[in-house]
Each structure stands twice: as structure tokens, then as C-alpha cells.
């Protein structure tokens, strides 16, 4: 008989020769590497061959069963709905924050979990540690207290919920197996799935700012997480948004914090703050219609709309918040480093931003990790204070750094390119699925 090292050696070189896996050796391959007979430089490298060689949907199905069966699933304890989004990630994406709370505020029970950050992009985890005392470890009893008592949680996936995904998720994030699609989805809809969902969200970016550059390879995606969840009879719609730029104005951990509260808190807000607002609302009225709480996409939007500026979401959002153990300041604004601003070189139109230099930066300024198990510095941040297309004159203020050892570039402006001519801004919903 083969010895474990041995068979898994041939897996390895069976998919990256372009072979497929089957359901039994996807099983030897996840229960291996959960027990430690599968080492994780062996899972490293077969990370990389499915990068490279990809996934079939007959695979996708049986890694995301097979990941899914690592753990258990959270019990029902409501008779409300039960949904959750997902994003692919992006840059500046703090979506979840406002979507979990608004979605409990108009009747539904949101059990989001949730990961860390992902190379460039930042993990709502992250950004929600950056909260006094919050917790994301949270037994199932304990979640399910909460979820009970607020209608929503956001924890990370617990030894108990997709083990597996847990400990493949770490070792992608520092081997360059960030992009797969087979194991993106699996990620995601392994945790999902576990959620014991009515409906979910997908939202899949498009752009620099996220994983999938261009809009035929987020569509596969989406269309792969649409159509792996059918299979696993959990009802999912996905929405493609723009990450040719960050969302929001606000980059990082504390300070996305910060955005997503001046979003809960209602009432107006400038343009590029306006876009989180406005992809929150869209993400959330797809799942009050899949779940029959609204009628369409006009009722579900003007019953979030209220939540919103009548603070029933901010409200849900404290009550998170301290049933989670975390402590908002007095203000509400949690506190970043030290602040320096920079104006436009030349008059003219913002072409384009350069989201791969923003995200390296706060990576270098240690608000993101190089490697597993890094300490993070939630303070640091970036203000981006201009949008494609919009018009800047020579001087007007365009980024502002919060980094306390002034670590991430001595000139940010070169991340905003400005032309003499006038280019448009894509849409924020660039395809519906």
C-alpha cells in the first residue's frame, strides 16, 4: 500500500498534469490535510496546481462538500429568513459592515461569517478588531445567543464551522493561490453553507481593486458560485460591481470602520461614500426579494432606505457591537495615526487610480499581512479623496495617509493618474446573474 506522502505526491502531479480529481481522493486530501498527514507544503503545491490548472465544476462540487463535511453547520434558532452576502473582496470594500445590521433592522437573521484579509484586499475580521474588545470567536451556542438577541453576527469560521477552509484560506493568502476560481468558490460556499442559509448575495468585483481584472473572468466566477450553490440547494444570485477603484473613501481597518458608521448613521453623503451606500442597498434588496420580504427591487430598496436614515441599522449595529464584546468610542469615530494630506500635482481629470500601490501600502505600513499570523496596525489608513472622472485643480487635497512611521511612499500622488481629457466612470453594477 501506498504510504500517505506517497499517494498524496501523486495527486499533486495528477492535477498539475491537468487531471481530475475524484470525490474520494478530495476527501483523502482535506481529512489529510486537517489531520496533519497531508503536510501544508504538500497542500501549497497542490494550491498551485489548481491555480494554474483549474477546477471543473464536478471537482468544485465535491472540494465544496468535502470541506463543508470538515465541520458542522449552525443551528436554526429564529423563524426569521435567514441570508448573508458575500463579496469576492476589493479594495476598500466595507459593505458587510452596514449589510449585516441593515438586513436585521428590516426583519431578516444575518449569520455572516467571515474571513481575514486576502493579499491586497482587507478582512472584515480585521476591520471589526479594530473595534475595542470585539470578539469573532464565538462558539456556536454563543453566535447563535446573539443572532437570537440582535438578528445578526459577523464571527470567522471556528474549528467547528469549515475547519478546513480555515487552515487552506491562511496558507492561500501567503502562496500566491489567492485567484483560483474552483477554490473560491469552495471557500466561500463551504462557509455558506454551513451558515444554513435561505438565500445569499454574491457580490463579484471587478477591476484592479479585486481578484477578478476583467469582467469574462468574474463572470465565471459568479456564474461557477451560482451554479455550485444550486447544487447544494442553497438559492444564490450574483451581482458584479466595479473595483477599478476603491469603494468608499476610506482604506484600511479603523477607518473603514469609521465610513461604514457615517453610512449606518444616515442623511447624506459625499459621491464616493454614496457608492457603498448605494451597492449596500442593491446587495440587501436581492435578498429581502429572495426571500419574499419585498416584492421587488423598488419596495426592498425604499425599506432599506428608512432603516437607514431612521437609524434602525445603526442601532442594530451597536447592539453587534456590544453583544460581541466590542466598546464603541463615546464619538463613534475610532481614533487612526497621525495625519498628512497631499494635493494635485497638475489640474485635469482623474483617469485612473492605482489600487495594486494602495493595497501594498497599507500592507507595508503593516494595516494588512506579508505572512500568516501577523499582528496588524488598525490606525493606519488611506484617505482617497477623488474618484475616476472626476475633475481636480492643481492643489486640491486628493489622498491623505494615516501611517505613523510615515512607511508607505514618499510621494502617494503618483497613485492617481490625472489627464487633460475627461474619462467616465464605469458603473457600480456592471452585471446582474
Known amino acids: 500500500m501506498s504510504s500517505p506522502t506517497m499517494l498524496c505526491t501523486h495527486l499533486i502531479r495528477q492535477k498539475r498534469d491537468a487531471g481530475e480529481l475524484t470525490k474520494d481522493q478530495w476527501e483523502f486530501l482535506i481529512r489529510g490535510f486537517c489531520d496533519g498527514s497531508v503536510s501544508p507544503a504538500q497542500m501549497a503545491a497542490m494550491a498551485m496546481a489548481i491555480c494554474i490548472r483549474g477546477l471543473n465544476s464536478r471537482e468544485t462540487v465535491d472540494l465544496t462538500a468535502t470541506m463543508l463535511a470538515s465541520g458542522t453547520r449552525l443551528p436554526r434558532v429564529t423563524d426569521r429568513p435567514r441570508v448573508d452576502k458575500h463579496s469576492t473582496g476589493g479594495l476598500g470594500d466595507k459593505v458587510s459592515l452596514v449589510l449585516a445590521p441593515l438586513l436585521a433592522a428590516v426583519g431578516c437573521d444575518v449569520p455572516m461569517i467571515s474571513g481575514r ?251 494588512g499581512r506579508r505572512r500568516g499570523g501577523e499582528t496588524l496596525n488598525h490606525r493606519v489608513g488611506i484617505e482617497l479623496m477623488v474618484q475616476i472622472g472626476q475633475r481636480v485643480e492643481q492643489g486640491q487635497p486628493i489622498i491623505a495617509l494615516h501611517d505613523d512611521k510615515n512607511a508607505m511612499t514618499p510621494d502617494p500622488t503618483t497613485w492617481v493618474t490625472i489627464e487633460e481629457a475627461p474619462k467616465p466612470m464605469a458603473h457600480l453594477i456592471v452585471e446582474v446573474i
Open 117 to 367: 484579509g486576502l493579499g491586497r484586499t482587507g478582512g472584515t475580521l480585521d476591520k471589526l478588531e479594530a473595534i475595542e474588545g470585539f470578539e469573532t470567536s464565538l462558539s456556536i451556542d454563543q453566535s447563535s445567543d446573539v443572532l437570537r438577541r440582535v438578528g445578526a453576527f459577523i464571527i470567522g469560521a471556528d474549528e467547528s464551522i469549515a475547519p478546513a477552509d480555515r487552515k487552506l484560506y491562511a496558507l492561500r493568502d501567503v502562496t500566491a493561490t489567492v485567484e483560483s476560481v474552483g477554490l473560491i468558490t469552495a471557500s466561500i460556499l463551504s462557509k455558506k453553507l454551513a451558515a444554513s442559509l435561505d438565500a445569499l448575495t454574491m457580490d463579484v468585483k471587478v477591476g484592479r481593486g479585486g481578484f477578478m481584472p476583467d469582467v469574462e473572468q468574474a463572470r465565471e466566477l459568479a456564474g461557477r458560485l451560482v451554479e455550485v450553490a444550486a447544487g447544494s440547494h442553497l438559492p444564490t444570485n450574483a451581482i458584479l460591481s466595479d473595483m477599478n477603484q476603491p469603494l468608499g473613501e476610506a482604506i484600511g481597518n479603523a477607518i473603514e470602520v469609521n465610513e461604514a458608521i457615517q453610512i449606518l448613521r444616515g442623511g447624506t453623503c459625499n459621491e464616493r461614500v454614496a457608492r457603498v451606500r448605494d451597492l449596500t442597498i442593491r446587495l440587501a434588496a436581492q435578498s429581502l426579494i429572495a426571500v419574499d420580504l419585498a416584492g421587488g427591487l423598488e419596495e426592498a430598496q425604499q425599506m432599506l432606505t428608512r432603516a437607514l436614515d431612521q437609524g434602525d441599522a445603526m442601532e442594530r449595529f451597536e447592539r453587534m457591537i456590544t453583544a460581541q464584546h466590542g466598546r464603541l468610542p463615546t464619538s463613534g469615530i475610532l481614533s487612526l495615526e497621525s495625519r498628512r494630506e497631499w494635493g494635485a500635482p497638475v489640474a485635469g481629470w482623474v483617469s485612473r487610480i492605482d489600487c495594486e500601490a494602495i493595497g501594498d501600502a497599507i500592507i507595508l505600513a503593516g494595516g
